[in-house]
């Protein structure tokens, strides 16, 4: 059964310091990995999608890296602002299972000023 | 702007209640998905569609039924609610491909059974 874990479940770093955020699945089979932001009280929104075939993705500040044969993914937030304060999850998606998404607890994460 | 749209924020209902739970998502999407949040527990999926009048069970399926009868609309049906259904209710929807689909959730409603 495909499990994901997320580590640290919190991280309080100051304004400015680049960070990774880290997720890890005993699975490989998986379609792609996801990973997501929720505020409090919010719904999630999705920040990067790396299929399986891929290695890295980038959006802005954010990189996010894959490695399925190990099981690991990264999520590298660079020069972080206190808007960055959120939480953030990762899930993946189980292979031959129609877009089944298996979640992490997730890392709470908060930007001092 | 693709968007999953979730009929309430916030609800109230009492014990016994039959409660509804509406999600519609304007982006032709196949997949449909119903999760529960709860801390220390993280999201887990209760039911999914994979299209028009189709339905799964996910992980914790007791207690709760599904309907979708339009392939933009999936409601969560309580049944008879109880206390321990008390939580944070997300619907999210992705499109049929497998390696490059993105999964897109609403805001979430927060229901609370008194």
């Known amino acids: 059964k495909q499990e994901v874990t997320q580590i640290p479940a919190a991280l309080s770093v100051p304004e400015g310091e680049n960070l990774v955020l880290n997720c890890s699945f005993t699975d490989s089979a998986i379609y792609n990995l996801q990973w997501f932001r929720q505020d409090p009280g919010k719904g999630l929104t999705s920040l990067l999608l790396i299929q399986s075939s891929q290695r890295e993705q980038t959006s802005g500040r954010l990189n996010a890296s894959l490695d399925k044969s190990s099981g690991r993914s990264t999520l590298y937030i660079a020069a972080s602002q206190p808007g960055d304060s959120a939480t953030y999850l990762c899930a993946v998606s189980i292979y031959n299972q129609g877009g089944k998404l298996i979640f992490g607890q997730g890392t709470e994460l908060s930007v001092k000023p | 702007d693709v968007k999953v749209t979730q009929s309430s924020r916030y609800l109230v209902k009492r014990t016994g209640e039959k409660v509804f739970l509406e999600c519609v998502q304007d982006?032709?999407?196949?997949?449909m998905f119903w999760y529960r949040q709860d801390p220390g527990l993280g999201l887990r999926l209760i039911y999914f569609?994979?299209?028009?009048?189709?339905?799964e069970k996910g992980d914790i399926p007791e207690g709760y039924s599904v309907s979708r009868e339009k392939k933009e609309r999936f409601s969560l049906i309580l049944e008879s609610a109880s206390t321990n259904q008390t939580s944070m209710y997300l619907c999210?929807?992705?499109?049929?491909?497998?390696?490059?689909?993105?999964?897109?959730f609403g805001q979430g409603t927060r229901l609370t059974v008194v």
């Open positions: 999210a929807s992705s499109s049929i491909g497998a390696v490059n689909t993105e999964a897109f």
């Open positions: 982006m032709d999407h196949e997949n």
């Open positions: 569609s994979y299209d028009v009048k189709m339905k």
